[in-house]
Each structure stands twice: as C-alpha cells, then as structure tokens.
C-alpha cells in the first residue's frame, strides 16, 4: 500500500470514528430531551387535577348567613373581570392574561378539566356557569389564552 493510500485510509477509519461518536452524542441529547418533555406534560396535567380536600365544603354552623359570601352573578362576575382586563373581556377573549394576576382577582376556579391541549376553568355564579375555554401550553407559561364562554 502507498504512504498516500495509507493516509486516505487512515482518514475514512478517523470520519467513520466521528460519525460513531456524533451518533451516540445525538442519541443521549434526543433521550435527554425526551425525559425533559416528559417532565413537562407530567407537569401540565399536575396543574389540572383537583384536590378532594381543598374541594370540601366548610362548615356553616359557625358563619350565620349574613356572614356567608355573596355569590356573583354571571353579570357581576364579567363586570368585575372586565375592570381589569378591558375590552377583550367584555367580547369573551382571553389575551395573555397572568394566570396569579386573574386568579388574585377571580378567585381559583370551582372545577377544573383537560381535554387534549384545552384547558376548561369553570365559574359557578348564581344564575349559571363561566367556563373558560383555555389554551394548555399557554398556562404552561404561565399565560392564559382562550376564550370564555357563557352557560
């Protein structure tokens, strides 16, 4: 064999080493990244389960009903909502609303549930029930979008 022959040999068994190793390092990112999106669905579902203790009722022996909290009026609950997010509340559009910032306001929502990449809050008022229709990747972020819709 050549010198020049040996050295071209030399260089395919050093590309063939190279592209062995690049394989294994894109195997071990696409297994990391997999367990990663993992952690992260794991995560989503976690924030639409609801807690049977944090769901059961108070007792009402010690409140007397003038002490009991009034509740809103699917009427008063917009109106209120509307204060503070503006026109796209009034017209059923959630627009990157902060999650803290609605729920601070609102209050924490009476039934959660999650349908493929929805989100559904539920708002029980006294003549019915708001549902909001959410976006699953925007709570995600922290970030509600979607839209509310009047039962």
Known sequence: MKPEEMSAATSNQKTKLSRKKLSLIQTVVALAVLVVLALVIGGVFGLFTTDESATSEKPTSATSPSETPKVMTKAEWKAKLSQRFGNYAQIGVIAAWNVNDFKKLMGEPSKTQS?????????DCSDGT????????ALMAGLMQGKINDY
Request: hydrophobic share 35%; aromatic share 24%; no cysteine.
């Open 130 to 137: 708001i549902q909001l229709e959410l976006n699953s990747g």
């Open 115 to 123: 349908v493929g990449q929805s989100a559904y809050w539920y708002y």
